[in-house]
T-cell receptor
Framework: KNQVEQSPQSLIILEGKNCTLQ??????????LRWYKQDTGRGPVSLTI?????NTKSNGRYTATLDADTKQSSLHITASQLSDSASYIC??????????????FGKGTRLSVIA | DTGVSQNPRHKITKRGQNVTFRCDPI?????LYWYRQTLGQGPEFLTY????????KSRLLSDRFSAERPKGSFSTLEIQRTEQGDSAMYLC?????????????????FGAGSRLTVL
């Protein structure tokens, strides 16, 4: 069964600290993996998208890694800011479908950055 | 282009009433998706359109739910005889999907969502 598991479920860190969010998936065949940031009451906004051949991708203070062998991804946030408080959702896309390309969503990690 | 636009942003209704949400996707995108999201959960797929054709519907989409995309541009999601369990955020997303697919295909851009509260 295609699944995406994220950990931790929630996280509280002090402003300025770093943190790492984890995503494990069993989606096959794999096409790409995306991390979205979702502020409370808003729609998800794409942070990074990684294909099979990409190991690392950065977007400002956000760095995503992908290990396609172990089917794990991480999102590292450097020098956290209060505005980083949000849910971070890992989404994995399967490939090889002529119709709808199935997207499997994780439940997200709720990050709270406090002063 | 201002991205994916959803209206209304918030809707409070009484149980049994009908509600309709509208989504205006990115103009170049041929695919349009509807998702439902409840508190603490990831988005759940409801249905999607390729141009004006509705190609897939989730089992979550009961007979009280209907979605249309009449001209392949904007879409509406109507919920009839609302129930308290329908309270959720309804997210619309759009994407470009070419025939060849490929690793970068189907990258969704989400709207801000329409929050429904059924009293």
């Amino acid at each position: 069964k295609n699944q995406v598991e994220q950990s931790p479920q929630s996280l509280i860190i002090l402003e300025g600290k770093n943190c790492t969010l984890q995503c494990n998936y069993t989606v096959s065949p794999f096409s790409n993996l995306r991390w979205y940031k979702q502020d409370t009451g808003r729609g998800p906004v794409s942070l990074t998208i990684m294909t099979f051949s990409e190991n690392t991708k950065s977007n400002g203070r956000y760095t995503a890694t992908l290990d396609a062998d172990t089917k794990q991804s991480s999102l590292h946030i450097t020098a956290s800011q209060l505005s980083d408080s949000a849910s971070y959702i890992c989404v994995v896309s399967a490939s090889g479908y002529s119709g709808n390309t199935p997207l499997v969503f994780g439940k997200g990690t709720r990050l709270s950055v406090i002063a | 282009d201002t991205g994916v636009s959803q209206n209304p942003r918030h809707k409070i209704t009484k149980r049994g009433q009908n509600v309709t949400f509208r989504c205006d996707p990115i103009s170049e995108h041929n695919r349009l998706y509807w998702y439902r999201q409840t508190l603490g959960q990831g988005p759940e797929f409801l249905t999607y359109f390729q141009n004006e054709a509705q190609l897939e519907k989730s089992r979550l989409l009961s007979d009280r739910f209907s979605a249309e995309r009449p001209k392949g541009s904007f879409s509406t999601l109507e919920i009839q005889r609302t129930e308290q369990g329908d309270s959720a955020m309804y997210l619309c997303a759009s994407s470009w999907q070419g025939l060849a697919g490929g690793p970068g295909a189907n990258v969704l851009t989400f709207g801000a969502g329409s929050r429904l509260t059924v009293l």
